[in-house]
């Protein structure tokens, strides 16, 4: 049993834990062909049961969107906030040694050069309280990181690394704690991510952890109590570029998709849906795309897709603009031309714009508000982010581009139903992500864009620096985070 104890207020606590009790019990139909899986299951925030057909012939290797069962988490009182962190790189890092749980390997000088580039990312942010695991790369990235803050740092043994054995060395506190610093390992961070927002082991390995990347979950209170909303605001936000050339879970990769959310609009305030796009981008906007396009000078883009809303192709703009003229510097000039192309299925805002629901006021910026979609326009955003999904795929398989790499510039939502649709989940994931305006995520694939992604980073907002939403700080107001 893994079992992750986080006291967070009064006699409140957290627990991630995986519980053979809560097991899928199986109940043979009349059909001898198909079992009946009944779930007790959360949806990053409450429990219910339901059925389901499981078909026997399934590969275990596949990801799956079944709904795995998880111990409910307990009522919270006010919302909540974890960072994690993976320590910084370590000499046995640097000479591709299997650590695990040993205790022999510290600090490189880049190890502690990425630790202080997060502390410097940090640093504007505040915490009430810093969980470490106690093994010495991750006790001195925890140390850097924490800095010159007077609460001292709790080592949790439950945060060590995995045992791997013989294959290591081979080529609780009660407080009123609001946000909190867990500096953990690789798998751990893995192990507490996918737990906190209810996906199966086969998602290992998926959901990318990079040396002292910063990934972010959000727990809200649920307003009838019981267990809390969970949602990743943000997954594997690394001190350096996500961009930059290097493997996936250990695999080197040439085909990826980049989704990038278009800049704020001058409409965003006063728009009956969350990050509105179909008016031209603020100043606010425009400095985001111009952002986003110095980030992506890190690699040769040759296509964009793009919702047609406008704010969506100033964001396009602005990126093919400098595309093109940093390939015009010097005396050997060779034009590059950045092929732009609109796809209708990334235009979901007028199915978010049926919701009444936003009619009344959501918070613009308020994380997981998909939740509020009635179930008829869930489905239908789902339907038609599944179809973009396909077409991105189909894009991505032109052979005549050996190292193809597709942009994708729109709406937060169909981002995040797309992403969805990469892990092989369901709609009622959706409410379990977030993204920012002006952010970007990553998928690789390793294996071809027929086999499945690995998730590289989710909401990376690192490249906007001041104008981006600090890690620490309230989206509402001074009561949530």
Known sequence: MLSVRLPLIGHDH?????????????????????YVT??????????????????????????SSKLYASAPFPAIRAAKRVVLVRHGQSTWNEEGRIQGSSDFSVLTQKGESQAETSRQMLIDDSFDVCFSSPLIRSKRTAEIIWGARKEEIITESDLREIDLYSFQGLLKHEGKAKSVLVVAHNAVNQALVATAIGLGTEYFRVLLQSNCGVSVLDFSPHPEGGSPYIRLNRL????????????????????????????????????????AGN??????????SQKTAELLLDL???????????????????ISR??????????????????TKQLQDLDVEKILQQSKKHAVGTPCLQSGWLNGLEDGLATALWDQAGKAWKSLLDELSNESEPDNIVVTVGHPAVHIAMMGHCLNLTKEWMGSFHLDAGSISLVDFPDGPTRRGVIRCINYTAHLGRWSIPITRSTLDDEEF
């Open 38 to 63: 009944t779930f007790t299951i959360r949806l990053s925030s409450s429990l219910q049961e339901i059925e389901k057909p499981l078909n026997e012939s399934t590969e275990d290797s596949e990801l």
């Open 322 to 339: 400098v595309q093109e003229a940093a390939d015009c510097l010097g005396a050997d000039c060779v034009p590059h031309y950045v092929e």
């Open 279 to 288: 008016s031209p981008m603020n100043m606010l906007g425009i400095i985001q």
């Open 14 to 34: 957290l627990f991630l834990c995986k519980n053979p009790k809560l097991l899928p019990t199986y109940i043979r139909p009349k059909h001898p062909s198909t």
């Open 236 to 275: 594997n936000q690394t001190p350096n570029s996500p961009l930059a050339a290097g493997s996936s879970g250990g695999r080197k990769t040439s085909k990826r998709v980049i989704l990038v959310c278009h800049g704020t609009s001058q409409s965003s305030s006063e728009a009956s849906i969350p990050y």
């Open 300 to 318: 040769k883009v040759n296509t964009i897709v793009s919702s047609p809303k406008l704010a969506s192709i100033e964001t396009v703009n602005a």
